[in-house]
């Protein structure tokens, strides 16, 4: 199953053979083990090479600087070793950063190129560029610099680049980008990479690109480093919920929000999560508005441990101590990935994103990695018999928890539970008592819960077995209709 998924994934994704890129750069690219485009490169790529002007919102680490470099390099003239292409970035690291993926992209394709920095000298940069380039990589100072000391023609310079223009701008180059488009009479192309556009951005946008292309991948909350995208694969012929469990055994989280697509599907998944014994609660539209308020501030306090909620959770609200949310369902728009996902990380702390991934939610999984270049981390789902593993220990050390905490008990259970051990129905016994205290007050035989379970979602009734009998099956019949299941099979 898991390899499965991770073959499936990117079945379907744009290669870089389909975008048209030539042989050289093909070569490059595999050599530098780029499998597929990432999304920012996808949408770059056919519009840059034709030449249009591009406005991109992109965050550094979704591969922007391929998007910009492959499509640049396909459009050089490599038998003019004049400076056709100059790109500007805000410090010395990134340029020369930028200037070690041309260099890596370009070099089959006959690529020459210079970075040009601040705080070194600058013969060594003069050498390179009276021996020739195609490619400029430097920061806004050192190029006007280069420029003015005659080093640097800019008469065959086409296409300029802006990498990080918002930090160009913050960093107080603006008067230096100005300068540099003034010396740049024969430019005809503009791409402009940014993670936010601000004012003056945008007038700088105004004033010299052309009707840009406009991209925007930012993907406002998703930070790859501090979320963690984690996927785990559903098997579908097995339950759904079961598997939810299992994660949850596994994961263990303090708090989440487990995300579900339909409002009846909370209140399944609620329901049979209290059933088990989880401090679980759901949130959907058909609860009241105070009701509604109630839940939420409890999760906020921390108490409440698991908020089972439709999309009306996703949006806005701050629980910033959320160190978990979980996608039962993945949502068909990848947007919305994003915003649930919001939920957790917030404010420079770490969080988890875990998705529920069978074959049937592959579509929605792959538009989500693609839209915002990330690739989600496929766990191992752990077993039936290793979750059951996993509660009972969890179940017993709570137990042994409560009894070292001076537990005062009656003589008279402590007297039940030595005959209790002793009877040849032991287990199935315990079971019922372990049942009864994880999910409230014992139900009446005709399986009507007694007055004070409100707060408890109602006990299936005992004909349809015991806490196992979900629509999965699993050999839940067993003890069909008489009575709990017994665990040693003695039905
Ligand atoms: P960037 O956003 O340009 O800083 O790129 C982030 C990282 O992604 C760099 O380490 C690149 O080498 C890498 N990268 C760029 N394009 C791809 C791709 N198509 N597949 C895998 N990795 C890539």
Redesign the pocket.
Known sequence: MLDELKTDIHAELPT?ESLGLPEPLLRA?RE???????A??AACLAPAREGRDLVVQ??????????FALPILHRIRYEDRRPQVLVLAPTRELAL??HG?FE?LGRYAGLQSVCIYGGTRFGEQIDRLKAGVHVVVGTPGRVLDHYRRGNFRTDAVQAIILDEADEMLSAGFFEDIRKVFDMLTGLKQVLLFSATLPMNLENLIKRHMHDPVRVDLSGEQVSVDRIANIAYPVDTTGARIRTLVAIIEAEDPVAAIIFCNTRQETEVVAKYLRRRGYDAEYLNSDLSQTAREEVMARIKAGRLRLLVATDIAARGIDISLLPCVLHYDLPSDAQQYIHRTGRTGRVDRSGRAISMVSVRDLQALKRIEWTY?IRLTPAETPTREETLKMLADRRIREFKERLDAGAVIPEEFVTIAREILTDPEAEGLVSLLVDAYLSGPITTTNGVPDGQAQDRPPRPPRSEGHADSDRSGGGGGRGRGRGPRRPGGRG
Do not use: I, L
């Open positions: 870089f690219v530098a083990g780029y499998e597929r485009p990432m920012v490169q992109s965050r550094t680490g979704s591969g922007k600087t391929a998007a950063q930028v993926e890596r270049g």
